[in-house]
């Protein structure tokens, strides 16, 4: 299938392809998802695809990447299914994102700009309905340039609504950056049927459209295999980066024990699943034990410090989105008690 306008997901961080799942696909997919219990993740719910299922696709998402690798200066040749989910909305067991730009795929990768999300909703009674919104790259380029250098090719952004313009943190370099605009009026979402695909470059802004209906996506994902993956960068970052590791601990520890057995402090993304491949299976580790092992790994790498710098700004954020709870409560009871005086 060849995809036009590639060129996009370069200048706009996204691409659109109509169609692209047959019906057979779909229902592979509906059935894997249905037999799945939710993973082991406390930062968002989940489900990781069997990967039986994905190779009986993985032709068709290869035939993306090699246009994707002709065409534009995004490299992704490896797929990392640690990294790679199906997203439910509409139920318990769903989630409803604000503005990110996504985290774990940035610590595990540690690279945005080569790393694209297939994602594919396969379970959808409305396309006009819980999509994803989208903040086009040109567009923000446009409207708040400084705020796009600062978020191009990055992750781990958390977006904050200040006064009608919004407050971008990096939850693993730290920094922040205002951005003069609203990012609602910058957004776009596009209407996807069951079966499309929208194709995202990894450093993409990006939220849960709503959650009217019942819906569930595929997000499988793929990167640069030459990406150099660095032991000291994912022992760094602040309170936050820490606490999202603590509550998802297998793949981080997965990375430590690869680079541990490989005796060696960075290695490419390739190698470093190669390494899995070959790793005995491990169980996941106890919160606490990790948290000990990610401090003696902090301290190896020399950024302990860093840490504790980052404590007060992570204060102040938890701060300022108790005062955003409190204020929309506040606006909330206001309106419900202006309707009591209007019925009443
Ligand atoms: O499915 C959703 O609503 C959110 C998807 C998302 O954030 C992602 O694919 O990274
Ligand atoms: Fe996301």
Redesign the pocket.
Known sequence: MDIESLHDLETRGFVVVRGFLTSDEVQLLRDDHALLTLDDNLNFNSKTPSSDVITRITPRFDDVLRQVNEQTTVRADVYVPDTSVY?A?GTKAG?K?PW?Q?HESFYIVQNHFDYV?F?MPIIKPDPAKSN?SLIPFDVLKREAPRAHDFLVRNGAGHFHPVAGRWLATNDERGGMRVINADLEQLACTPELAVGDLLLMRGDII?R?QDTDTDRV?L?WRAAGGSTVIRRSRLAAGGVRKAQMMRRHTTPYQKMFNAFDRANKDEMPLTELLEMYRNAPAAEPPARRSFSRQLFDEKRRAHTFGSYVASIPMAASLRGLHFAQQCSRRYGLARQRAAAGRRSG
């Open positions: 997203f909305v989630v994102f990110h996504d999300n994602y994803v990006h849960t996506a997000s």
